[in-house]
């Protein structure tokens, strides 16, 4: 039986499994969401520390893909943020989302995305903290569903 937090049910976190969550919609007919670990933020939003950060950045659906930039914590030889400096869609396809709209292939876009930094060590926060706060806040979209990326 899945926790109730604010009416929305919450899963219990796994490392084994992902839980199963069948789909009933089409995908022309659902709306989607990112949710990234790759550092994507926009110019305006605060950098993430490089040297550990759990937080997470609320990207806006109508956000201008000019204004992000990528704040990263890697080392450059295992991940190189210069191209998606170049190209935000590579790591945060939000423009590609839009495009799928168009085309009809999904329903939309979602209203609001999700990004975060890998590489950030802090893993018990991220699992106590910011794992239940970004599922909150999926939940509590208009998102169907997430596609997931990293750097």
Known sequence: MPKIDGGVALMDMSRKAIPYTPNEKELSEMTIA???TAGAHLKDQEPFNTDGDHTYRL????ADTSQFTVTHGA??????????????NVIFPLDRLRELKEEGFIGDVNNKHISMMGYAMRLKQILDETVPQVAKEITRSKADAVLLTAG
């Open 34 to 36: 990112i949710v990234s």
């Open 59 to 62: 990207i806006s659906g109508d």
């Open 75 to 88: 080392p450059k030889e295992h991940y190189n943020t210069d191209e998606p400096k170049k190209d935000i």
